[in-house]
């Protein structure tokens, strides 16, 4: 995003100029991906480590940032706060999902466990994709955060849960490669050691 004034409006605009993130996370990866498919150089641009949301929307506010990637319900916090303009990343291959981790140990030892805690929380997932108005509700009483800015950040995702396949991996292998490409990361890694195709805890029971 940008401040609506700015001038700026495509990612073609941001060379040369300064871009806020916090370093690695899946909006800096965004936006990296963006800028590559704008034509753009990493190097032609200035992007600058925050150390957290507030420290992003304060240097965007203040003018000490072009633009700035962040996350929501921080994101949708500025949108809705500041008079700032969206930019249209242009990515469609990047699915940003969230993962669930355990220990190898408890994976191994309690796979029933695992798959009870994860059907129970698709469960709960596709209850807030049918109910986005209660979720927005929930989350403002629990976080703090106005539930107008909550409504934007619950209507914009899909909640549920996916047993790992070899297109999860594809894609997180994707994005790791990246990450070493882009010097995030310092060496090359092997996703599937971590991701097993068909683990006792797999569930028929989601989506």
Not at 10 to 38: F, R, T, V
Not at 144 to 168: A, F, M, P, Q, S
């Amino acid at each position: 995003m940008v401040q609506a004034d700015s001038g700026i409006e495509s990612i073609s605009d941001l060379e040369g100029k300064s871009i806020g993130a916090l370093e690695g996370g899946n909006h800096h990866y965004l936006a990296l991906l963006a800028l590559e498919n704008a034509g753009i150089a990493i190097d032609d641009v200035d992007f600058r480590y925050m150390g957290d949301a507030s420290q992003g929307r304060a240097a965007l506010e203040t003018g000490e940032l072009d633009a700035l990637a962040s996350w929501d319900p921080f994101f949708a916090g500025v949108e809705h706060t500041l008079d700032v303009t969206t930019l249209d990343d242009g990515v469609t291959e990047y699915p940003n999902r969230t993962f669930y981790y355990a220990t190898p140990e408890f994976a191994e030892q309690s796979p029933e466990l695992v798959q009870l805690v994860l059907e129970e929380t698709n469960r709960s997932d596709q209850w807030a994709n049918d109910n986005p108005d209660d979720v927005a509700e929930l989350l403002s009483g629990m976080i703090g955060i106005e539930k107008e800015i909550l409504d934007t950040v619950v209507n914009r995702r899909d909640y549920g849960v996916e047993n790992i396949n070899e297109e999860i991996i594809a894609a997180q292998q994707a994005q790791a490669d990246d990450y070493y490409r882009y010097e995030l990361i310092p060496e090359e890694i092997d996703v599937s050691a971590i991701m097993p195709l068909e683990p006792a805890w797999a569930s028929d029971n989601i989506e």
